[in-house]
């Protein structure tokens, strides 16, 4: 990032649901690569649990891994192509322990960037809660990665990203409580910052320039995706607590029943964003495919 002459394009896969074989993963991540994207960041989900019923009435505990692992798809990723992977570290559902086995098997990869992150709660939890011997933020997880790093002689090896919320975080009570959060994550050791989605580019910058004055100077990259169904209308904020333009909110109302033009009028405007801020010098732009390519390949043609 810090050499690069001009912005770059990175992109971020979620992996997929037990069923889907490697070489059907490989091909849709195969669409991306006339873009040279720099790197691939690949998601981690926790585990789920669910409880069945015995035959006496009571019900026992069973833990279910819905999706690929993480690792699993970062290893077939580096297998086929030339891009840099970045695994998310979540502090959900892990322990210290099992978070360094995890930088042991990454550094044993060569994988030397990850993605820190605190993680969601899981469903029906009010509050996020640790398990056990776990990390509550990922201010922690940040600094426990530096100090892995020390403790076996390989300070510097791991390139450390956070995410970040110009929209604020839904649990921050404040934009400004918010940004000193960041602040914290950036203090233990992280290199630079991959935004949630937006749709409103004001608002990036206006964060950026609030970060820039509360003394956070790593890079801040942008991060976008395309709407491509009417319903994204509402499950996107509630999901994400993000907000949608009036003015495209409006657009998308007036086809809703033509489900192509939706589609279009996404990609478009995801597409003008990712102009407007490549001319503003945003030193990347990472996109959110969630399982999505025709669009972002779409948008990735007009602008790189």
Same mark, same amino acid.
């Given at each position: 990032?810090?050499?690069?002459?001009?912005?770059?394009?990175s992109?971020e %896969?979620?992996p997929?649901?037990?069923?889907?074989?490697?070489?059907?993963l490989?091909?849709? %991540?195969?669409?991306?690569? &006339?873009?040279?994207?720099?790197? @691939?960041?690949v998601?981690?989900?926790?585990?789920e649990?669910?409880? =069945?019923?015995?035959?006496?009435?009571?019900?026992?505990? /069973?833990?279910v891994?819905?999706?690929?692992s993480?690792?699993?798809?970062?290893? *077939?990723i580096?297998?086929?192509?030339?891009?840099?992977?970045?695994?998310?570290? %979540?502090?959900?559902?892990?322990?210290?322990?099992?978070?360094?086995?995890?930088?042991?098997?990454?550094?044993?990869?060569e994988?030397?960037?990850?993605l820190?992150? /605190?993680?969601?709660?899981?469903?029906?939890?009010? /509050?996020? $809660?640790p398990?056990?011997?776990?990390?509550?933020?990922a201010?922690?997880?940040?600094?426990? @990665?530096r100090?892995? &790093?020390?403790?076996n002689?390989c300070?510097?090896?791991?390139? %450390?990203?956070?995410?970040?919320?110009?929209?604020?975080?839904?649990?921050?009570?404040?934009? &400004?409580?918010?940004? *000193?959060?960041? =602040?914290?994550?950036?203090? !233990?050791?992280?290199? +630079?910052?991959?935004?949630?989605?937006?749709?409103?580019? =004001?608002? +990036?910058?206006?964060y950026?320039?609030r970060?820039? $004055?509360?003394?956070?100077?790593?890079?801040?990259?942008?991060?976008?995706?395309p709407?491509?169904?009417?319903?994204?209308?509402?499950?996107?904020?509630?999901?994400?607590? @993000?907000?949608?333009? !009036?003015?495209?909110?409006?657009?998308?109302?007036?086809?809703?029943d033509n489900? &192509? *033009?939706?589609? /279009?009028?996404?990609?478009?405007?995801c597409?003008?964003?990712?102009?407007?801020?490549?001319?503003?010098?945003?030193?990347?732009?990472h996109?959110?495919?969630?399982?999505?390519?025709?669009?972002?390949?779409?948008?990735l043609?007009e602008?790189?």
């Amino acid at each position: 990032m810090n050499n690069r002459k001009e912005p770059y394009v990175s992109l971020e %896969i979620v992996p997929p649901l037990k069923g889907m074989t490697k070489s059907e993963l490989l091909d849709e %991540i195969r669409q991306f690569m &006339e873009f040279n994207p720099r790197y @691939i960041n690949v998601t981690c989900h926790r585990d789920e649990v669910e409880f =069945k019923e015995r035959p006496d009435g009571s019900f026992e505990k /069973r833990v279910v891994r819905k999706r690929v692992s993480e690792t699993a798809v970062c290893g *077939a990723i580096q297998s086929e192509f030339k891009v840099d992977v970045v695994p998310h570290i %979540i502090c959900g559902g892990a322990t210290a322990e099992e978070i360094e086995f995890q930088l042991q098997d990454f550094k044993f990869m060569e994988i030397s960037n990850v993605l820190a992150l /605190r993680g969601d709660c899981l469903t029906g939890e009010k /509050r996020f $809660q640790p398990v056990p011997g776990g990390y509550s933020h990922a201010d922690e997880l940040v600094a426990a @990665i530096r100090r892995f &790093e020390r403790e076996n002689g390989c300070e510097g090896f791991f390139n %450390i990203g956070v995410g970040c919320y110009p929209e604020k975080h839904f649990e921050a009570a404040n934009l &400004e409580d918010d940004i *000193a959060n960041m =602040k914290r994550k950036v203090d !233990a050791g992280a290199d +630079y910052m991959v935004t949630q989605m937006f749709f409103d580019n =004001k608002v +990036y910058h206006e964060y950026v320039a609030r970060c820039r $004055q509360a003394g956070i100077t790593v890079p801040i990259i942008p991060g976008l995706k395309p709407l491509s169904t009417y319903k994204q209308l509402s499950t996107l904020p509630e999901t994400f607590s @993000i907000d949608i333009p !009036a003015i495209l909110t409006k657009e998308l109302e007036a086809h809703k029943d033509n489900k &192509e *033009a939706v589609y /279009r009028i996404g990609q478009e405007w995801c597409e003008a964003q990712c102009k407007e801020l490549l001319a503003s010098g945003a030193p990347a732009v990472h996109f959110y495919t969630m399982g999505k390519t025709a669009n972002v390949v779409g948008i990735l043609r007009e602008c790189f």
